[in-house]
């Protein structure tokens, strides 16, 4: 994590070397002022979006001439000037302007291909293992791709990549039970296995009713702009964050996200942070790796103002961590409760 890190410091006033400029009071502060450049950076990857050719010279002019004091140049080779209407890659999106006007920001032909061929590639090297061993391992990659994309244009995507997964699963099964007819590999791995979704080709296992998710059933939630100049890590800017974080949730399933809000994002046997998400992931590999630990650390269980439930009280159901549930199914004391804090992250 160094690398970006040192990055972000080299580069941090690029914004007012290629003479973006915000306004500062008024209902549009934080906004770009009509007629300078908007400069995006991630990292050393850049993309600056500007009114006219001539614009888009001067920008690369003026950063080329500032990069240089720090002994940086631009890569040519990935550097190029070109309009919006014949679109743009950039962190895996495509952001392009159509002839209707819209601008639309969708997942990159590249990043679509780059994810249909891993999904199978992890099928195919699971030939053996039951179902549940291939939803195990599909689940997370389906869950971390569908969250880092979920704030463009993605619902065809989606829906592409649903109908791509279907092949690979139905010639698993098919692989499996080589001596059984087309229907009955059909009947035992696909159904309405998700009782939410009145959906009949789902892929699941009969014996357990785990299943696969499905890349549609992510909400799109837009993105929204950040103010200015604003950075996560300004002490002052804390309850931005804060409001901004619980106005684009996580992917955790509704019912999940209601018990954090309810409980203010805490454990209520040890008082500690469920969620640990200060920085939203920033790649499908990070959310993927996210949701696992996620969905590893945090357990339901009934619990009494007091901790776990008993057959004699009446206990709730609420969100634990799971060395908390270890604990109290293995019958051990509970540590001291430390004082609460205010909740942070998504929660």
Not at 30 to 54: F, I, K, M, N
Not at 113 to 140: F, M
Not at 202 to 218: I, P
Not at 256 to 277: D, E, S, V, Y
Request: charged content about 25%; proline content about 6%; hydrophobic content about 35%.
């Amino acid at each position: 994590m160094i690398s970006p890190l040192l990055m972000n410091v080299a580069l941090h006033g690029m914004e007012a070397a290629a003479g973006v400029r915000y306004h500062v009071t008024g209902t549009r502060a934080g906004q770009t002022v009509d007629g300078c450049p908007v400069v995006v950076r991630y990292a050393d990857d850049l993309l600056a979006l500007c009114h006219s050719r001539e614009q888009a010279e001067q920008v690369k002019a003026r950063l080329g001439a500032w990069l240089t004091p720090r002994g940086l140049v631009f890569n040519e080779d990935k550097t190029r000037i070109l309009h919006l209407s014949e679109g743009v890659d950039f962190l895996s999106f495509n952001i392009r302007r159509y002839s209707n006007g819209k601008l639309l920001t969708k997942p990159s032909n590249d990043a679509s291909r780059r994810i249909q061929k891993r999904l199978s590639t992890e099928v195919r090297a699971l030939r053996g293992p039951n179902a549940d061993a291939v939803i195990g391992r599909l689940n997370p990659i389906i869950n971390g791709w569908a969250a880092y994309y979920r704030i463009g244009v993605s619902k065809r995507a989606f829906g592409a990549l649903d109908a791509h997964l279907w092949k690979p699963t139905y010639k698993w099964a098919r692989s499996t039970h080589p001596n059984k007819a087309k229907r009955w590999v059909t009947t035992r791995y696909f159904g309405e296995f998700n009782p939410a979704r009145r959906d009949k080709w789902v892929f699941g296992s009969r014996d357990t009713g785990f299943y696969l998710r499905k890349f549609a059933w992510t909400p799109i939630v837009r993105h929204r702009m950040v103010a200015g100049t604003a950075s996560p890590d300004d002490p002052r800017l804390t309850d931005y964050w804060h409001q901004r974080r619980r106005r684009n949730p996580p992917p955790i399933g509704t019912i999940t996200l209601r018990l954090l809000r309810a409980q203010q994002g805490r454990c209520p046997i040890c008082r500690g942070l469920l969620l640990h998400a200060e920085h939203e992931p920033q790649s499908p590999h990070e959310w993927e790796q996210w949701l696992t630990a996620t969905r590893t650390a945090i357990r339901k269980h009934a619990v009494t103002a007091r901790g776990a439930g008993t057959p004699d009280e009446r206990a709730a159901t609420r969100l634990i961590h799971t060395s908390c549930h270890r604990r109290i199914t293995n019958g051990g004391n509970r540590t001291a409760q430390p004082p609460a804090r205010k909740p942070s992250g998504f929660a």
